[in-house]
């Protein structure tokens, strides 16, 4: 089975929804990276999911949802903290992990644990898509799991072709990482996952507190959000992250890494037959922070200090 890839028609748009509902998956367009979407209350659906990415078992799944009355309607406590933060950055690039309260979302998604991870996003193919088929859709990142977030649709066929079906191309994604996941903790706001929504964003709504990252495969650790136990975001190369000047490091070089192109930028040099790329880490602030948690995880927590402008 080769992979169709296809722009956003209305008939597109159906035949997508039709899959979705006879329990395939399917590559869609968001703001923030391309995702790999099943409907979110089917479990054979979200298994497929897991098999085409290779994706750990213990890795939860984020739940998009066309509106926040969709949300209302999955069984999540959402108290009134998570209500101002969704009539805020909804739809939008803000993920929040919520407590159960009713058994509606498959545990499949959430991996065992008793919350899920619920956004609306805000790309109007993504939108579209949700409310044609009328029910939320589980939308991890559409590549093989570990390696760099799609956010063009080549990017989806190189890792998914004759896995699925069809891709949906709505260009090229205009955010380029994926959402800010938050959870509370009484009347904070615990960033697991930073993204475009910054914490400099969130902190007029209360006390922002950043988790510390970690990476390994202990099986003691169960991830609350995606991309905060494994091996993240990493080309075929090794990934050496860099503190200081990166003067003379060689052709295979980030300097100066943006959020629409750093994933897109991994690819390419993968296609080059790089062994190594060096980036340069950003101010872990604002956007910034997002971007120094990408990279430090694609690299491992592999990082070269430069002291000065020689190498």
């Given at each position: 089975?080769?992979?169709?890839?296809?722009?956003p028609?209305?008939?597109?748009?159906?035949?997508?929804?039709?899959?979705?509902?006879?329990?395939e998956?399917?590559?869609i367009?968001?703001?923030?990276?391309?995702?790999?979407?099943?409907?979110?209350l089917?479990?054979?659906?979200?298994?497929?999911?897991?098999?085409?990415?290779?994706?750990?078992?213990?890795?939860?799944?984020?739940?998009?949802?066309?509106d926040?009355?969709?949300?209302?309607?999955?069984?999540?406590?959402?108290?009134?903290?998570?209500?101002?933060l969704?009539?805020r950055?909804?739809?939008?690039?803000?993920?929040?992990?919520?407590?159960?309260?009713?058994d509606i979302?498959p545990?499949?998604i959430?991996?065992g644990?008793?919350?899920?991870?619920?956004?609306?996003?805000?790309?109007?193919?993504?939108?579209?898509?949700i409310?044609?088929?009328?029910?939320?859709l589980?939308a991890?990142s559409?590549?093989?799991?570990?390696?760099?977030?799609?956010?063009?649709?080549?990017?989806?066929?190189?890792?998914?072709?004759?896995?699925?079906?069809?891709?949906?191309?709505g260009?090229?994604?205009?955010?380029?990482?994926?959402?800010?996941?938050?959870?509370?903790d009484?009347?904070?706001i615990?960033?697991?996952r930073?993204?475009?929504?910054?914490?400099?964003?969130?902190?007029?709504?209360?006390?922002?507190?950043?988790?510390?990252?970690?990476?390994?495969?202990?099986?003691?650790?169960?991830p609350?959000?995606?991309?905060?136990?494994?091996?993240h975001?990493?080309?075929?190369?090794?990934?050496?992250a860099?503190?200081?000047?990166?003067?003379?490091?060689?052709?295979?070089?980030?300097?100066n890494?943006?959020t629409?192109?750093l994933?897109?930028k991994?690819?390419?040099?993968?296609?080059?037959g790089?062994?190594?790329?060096?980036?340069?880490?950003?101010?872990?602030?604002?956007?910034?922070?997002a971007l120094?948690?990408?990279?430090?995880?694609?690299?491992e927590?592999?990082?070269?200090?430069?002291?000065?402008?020689?190498?």
């Amino acid at each position: 089975m080769k992979s169709i890839i296809n722009s956003p028609t209305p008939a597109v748009i159906a035949e997508a929804a039709s899959l979705l509902t006879n329990g395939e998956i399917v590559a869609i367009p968001t703001e923030t990276v391309y995702g790999l979407a099943a409907n979110a209350l089917n479990p054979a659906a979200i298994e497929k999911i897991f098999v085409a990415k290779g994706r750990p078992r213990d890795n939860p799944l984020i739940v998009h949802a066309s509106d926040l009355e969709m949300v209302r309607g999955l069984g999540l406590e959402i108290h009134e903290l998570a209500a101002r933060l969704a009539e805020r950055f909804w739809a939008g690039a803000l993920t929040m992990v919520l407590r159960r309260v009713a058994d509606i979302i498959p545990s499949e998604i959430s991996c065992g644990l008793n919350t899920v991870a619920v956004r609306v996003p805000a790309h109007p193919v993504a939108l579209e898509l949700i409310k044609a088929c009328g029910f939320p859709l589980a939308a991890p990142s559409a590549n093989i799991s570990g390696s760099p977030s799609p956010t063009k649709a080549a990017h989806v066929f190189a890792d998914m072709n004759g896995k699925i079906p069809l891709i949906i191309d709505g260009g090229d994604c205009s955010c380029g990482v994926e959402s800010t996941v938050i959870m509370f903790d009484e009347n904070k706001i615990k960033i697991l996952r930073p993204g475009a929504v910054t914490a400099e964003m969130l902190s007029e709504f209360g006390e922002v507190v950043v988790e510390g990252y970690h990476v390994g495969a202990d099986d003691s650790v169960r991830p609350l959000s995606p991309g905060t136990k494994y091996k993240h975001y990493s080309p075929r190369a090794e990934v050496i992250a860099v503190e200081g000047d990166v003067a003379g490091l060689g052709e295979f070089v980030i300097a100066n890494p943006e959020t629409q192109t750093l994933f897109a930028k991994l690819r390419e040099f993968d296609e080059l037959g790089a062994k190594q790329v060096f980036i340069r880490l950003p101010e872990p602030c604002g956007i910034g922070l997002a971007l120094y948690n990408r990279i430090i995880r694609a690299a491992e927590f592999n990082v070269l200090k430069v002291e000065n402008e020689k190498f």
